[in-house]
């Protein structure tokens, strides 16, 4: 078979694009979770708005290294026994199966291109989002022991809570001192 032709039983994939605002957004925890990457391609791409202060709860993946490009805000990130901060331009990789969180330091709110080789965490946000078109949530409205449930139900468990501000206080701290 030559290098132009393909068989009958090949799935036929064509180029694609997205463009800047372009993508399925999802409310997700508070957050602003845009799908950037289109129905099928992988790896899944998703641009990840998250607010300062917040957290997500301690949790793992259970089929999916969380890896993503900070684009822009810095983040205090816990995996297992490390921790380490953040900043805009920083690539940063958590493997499958430990235990991580991370928090937002400072005003700014930390922008993140998430780059996964299965769907199991877009299919949690599609399962727990708001569609951004419906307006964002009151976060006292979220009943988050049942997006908890559906996260361990996706394959990311929650295994404890947040980073607090204490901890990211800290881990900034430490960052700080270390390039002193």
Known sequence: MSP??????????RPARTGPHDGEAYWFYGDLAIVRSP????????????GPAMSPPLH?????????????????VRC????FLARA???????????????????????MLQT?????FLDFIKAVGVPEAHGRPDPASLD???MNAVAGATGQPVVGPPMT????????AADGASRA
């Open 116 to 120: 996964h080789k299965a769907s199991s």
């Open 165 to 172: 501000a204490e901890e990211a206080d800290a881990i900034a």
């Open 144 to 146: 988050y022991a049942a």
């Open 60 to 76: 793992i993946h259970v089929d999916v290294d969380d890896s993503f490009l900070l684009l822009s805000g810095r983040l205090a």
């Open 4 to 13: 132009t032709t393909t068989s009958a039983t090949t799935t036929q994939r």
């Open 39 to 50: 129905e099928g391609a992988l790896p899944i791409i998703i641009e990840h708005h998250i």
């Open 89 to 111: 331009g920083d690539y940063v990789s958590l493997p499958e199966g430990i235990p991580h969180t991370l928090r937002v330091v400072g005003d700014e709110e930390a922008v």
């Open 80 to 83: 297992g026994d490390e921790t």
